[in-house]
């Protein structure tokens, strides 16, 4: 079954593509990439949700390309109730491997429980799994950071310390992301710098690139930048992924 999923996805393959994949993903083995766009497997994800091929697919875990990952986590994201979506990613997730699945997971059953999902986040981002941890910081960002945020949220993604690069990558994304929405309640933070060197100054890098934040803002944050010793930074790929 998983096969015959493989072969549509090789027939979908766009060799350029997959060069500029494969540059994105330092971390990931290139003989795993297939090189297929994001919209076509989002309509092959369609086409497979709620048939028997979908489901056996779902259950042929582990898999062997980037891109039946891509297509499992785009099929999750499609599915509409939450139990059935949370029980999908407590087995999915061990097997992320890299930046861009763990990014595309947006599952749609999330919006209508927030308050359960509120109770999970946590639960990932305790995990061993570095790229739980940073799906757990990038659901708190993407579902926490408007009408249902808290200050206390601040504090559970200040209180993450990894070694991983795409860990801290996420946390610093988080903490710009909170500059440009919450930037009254996310400013103390980088003032008593809770966050590891590394991260703080990579948040301050990220938020004086947006246009959500003011250039007064932009200017007293550069101010807050730490210097560090060199040993003490966070070890980055050979290509760096903002």
């Not at 042929?60 to 990613?89: C, F, K, R, W």
């Not at 209508?112 to 960002?141: C, D, Q, T």
Request: hydrophobic share 40%; net charge neutral.
């Amino acid at each position: 079954m998983e096969e015959t999923i493989q072969n549509r996805l090789f027939a979908l393959q766009d060799t350029a593509y997959r060069g500029f994949q494969i540059r994105l993903m330092p971390t990931v083995n290139p003989e795993t990439v297939i090189g297929v766009r994001t919209p076509e497997l989002r309509k092959l994800a369609k086409r497979l949700n709620n048939t028997p091929e979908g489901a056996a697919f779902l259950e042929a875990l582990p898999h062997q390309y980037v891109e039946e990952n891509n297509l499992h986590g785009l099929m999750i994201s499609a599915m509409a109730d939450y139990g059935q979506t949370i029980a999908a990613l407590e087995r999915f997730l061990p097997y992320v491997d890299n930046w861009a699945t763990c990014d595309l997971i947006r599952p749609k059953a999330f919006r209508k429980n927030l308050p359960a999902l509120k109770a999970k986040i946590p639960e990932w981002m305790a995990s061993n799994h570095p790229y739980a941890v940073r799906f757990g910081i990038e659901m708190l960002m993407t579902f926490f950071l408007d009408e249902q945020f808290q200050s206390e949220y601040l504090d559970w993604v200040a209180g993450v310390r990894s070694q991983e690069y795409y860990v801290n990558m996420m946390v610093a994304w988080y903490f710009a992301t909170a500059l440009a929405k919450q930037y009254q309640a996310a400013l103390p933070c980088l003032q008593a710098h809770r966050l590891s060197p590394w991260t703080h100054n990579k948040t301050i890098q990220k938020a004086v690139e947006s246009y959500r934040i003011t250039p007064e803002q932009k200017a007293y944050l550069r101010s807050l930048k730490c210097r560090y010793p060199e040993e003490n930074a966070t070890i980055k790929p050979d290509e760096e992924i903002d």
